[in-house]
């Protein structure tokens, strides 16, 4: 089991042993680290922590081999710039990280400092951009209750696995069992490979490739009864580093026009020795924010959807809530926006912008949907720009754009139980997988089983591996 797993264990051993002579592409703590590059295209690292020796050498050469060796060793090691061993080991995948902690106290150090965190972030971004995989939570019912809006009897098993393009299987990379701790889920918030689980009774943090989470501690502030989850959002402050989860809360409704008074609350995630914990920010929020939607986050801003059902005058805008002073604003919808539309967009982020998707005035029939990226948020003077049209029935979440061979390029979008490839220039969509149809790894084994049908929603989200952990950031993440 890895570092950080419940114990350490010595890294996989290669099988053979090195010839007399031979050297190791890198040396370290007495053993070997050989790189190599699978199907995918993403780093493989194998440590050599034994020196292999023939037994049939006598005792003499045996003795000269090991004082060879480990001059060898010594001078290579002496050799090897740190900054080289640095872009060595930020090109490599998380779960090798983990295992070369053990390594040397050195290497420790290394892979747990802060603006080593932060490199080897940026680097799987960027390998994303060019080869993206998602992550993908099937969520089940234990029982049917007839007449619900929205099912409470979900399992509270969480599940992890990672889907690549074209691929009809997917791996599982983390699985919590909760044993009953909630009944009701919607969709997660993701940020800088952590994920934002929230339920009816309480809200998750994970990081799902170092396996970590954290159980943020529950709120006594929500004075509304019923089942109404409460809209939660989750991002990075650009000032100090540390990640926010904020989540709004019923203080009161107005029994003559029904609009409720709302707050929020912010839980600083690994605020130094102390455990996590809800605190009232001081700003009044200006309007509700609509339930069982989770806030988008992006550029230091959480943006949540305003609940317009009673207000009158609707406003034309959506709430902004600053991670780094902690005040509102209200971020205007593009003017082309159908205002009967008010309460059927999506907003989602999509390499580093925020994106609405809805339907404009005046359009045809047909009914287009369009996506409008936010190129400059400024209030009620804030600028979108209408990025792409696309002939799709229902409302989608686009997730990422990738190259084609014809230079327009495609679009993996998500829709229900379906993923699908939207070629942006010939209109044509296809279906890249059914989510349903794909084959599970089972937990615990190498097996994988048609566990989609059983799913009641999927939950779908861009998957970027990282080290940030979710329980302290002791020396935060640099900027």
Known sequence: ????????????????????????????????????????????????????????????????LCDTRKKQKKAQTTELPEELVFEILIRLPVKSLRRFKCVSKAWRTTISDPSFIRSHLQFSASRWEKHPSLLITPHTLDRVVQGENWPTTFSSNIRFYQW????????????????????????????????????????????????????????????????????????????????KVVRSFFRSIDPETGIYDMGMEVCTIGSGSRAPCWREVAADQPYPVAGWITAQSINGGVYFVIDTSCLKPRPHGILRFSLADETFSVTRLPDELDPEEFESYNLDVMHGELCLIGRRVGHSEERP?????????????????????????????????????????????????????????????????????????????????SAGKDAYFFNVIPYTESLVPVTSLDGQLGH
């Open 164 to 243: 690549q393009q074209g691929a009809s299987k997917v791996r599982l990379v983390h699985g919590r069992d909760f044993d009953g701790e909630f009944s009701s889920v919607c969709c997660f918030a993701h940020c800088d490979g952590l994920v934002l689980v929230p339920t009816d009774t309480k809200v998750y943090l994970f990081n799902p490739a170092t396996r970590d989470v954290v159980t943020l501690p529950e709120t006594s502030r929500d004075m509304m009864e019923g089942d109404v989850n409460l809209p939660v959002g989750f991002g990075r402050d650009p000032r100090t580093g540390m990640y």
């Open 1 to 64: 089991m890895p570092c950080g797993g419940g114990g350490c264990r010595r890294p996989a051993m290669r099988s053979r042993g090195l010839n007399r002579g031979a050297k190791a592409p890198l040396v370290a703590a007495g053993g070997a680290l050989t790189l190599s590059r699978c199907r995918h295209g993403e780093m493989v690292a194998t440590f050599d922590s034994r020196a292999g020796i023939n037994p049939c050498i006598s005792l003499g050469e045996r003795r000269l």
């Open 369 to 449: 949907l369009t996506i409008w990226a936010l190129v400059e948020d400024d209030g009620p003077r804030s600028l979108w720009e209408p990025r792409y049209t696309m002939y799709v029935t229902d409302l989608c979440h686009p997730i990422a754009l990738i190259p084609s061979s014809g230079g327009g390029g495609v679009m993996v979008i998500w829709l229900t139980n379906k993923l699908y490839y939207y070629d942006l220039q010939s209109n044509e969509l296809t279906v890249a997988s059914e989510l349903e149809s794909l084959r599970f790894q089972r937990r615990r084994s190498r097996t994988f089983e």
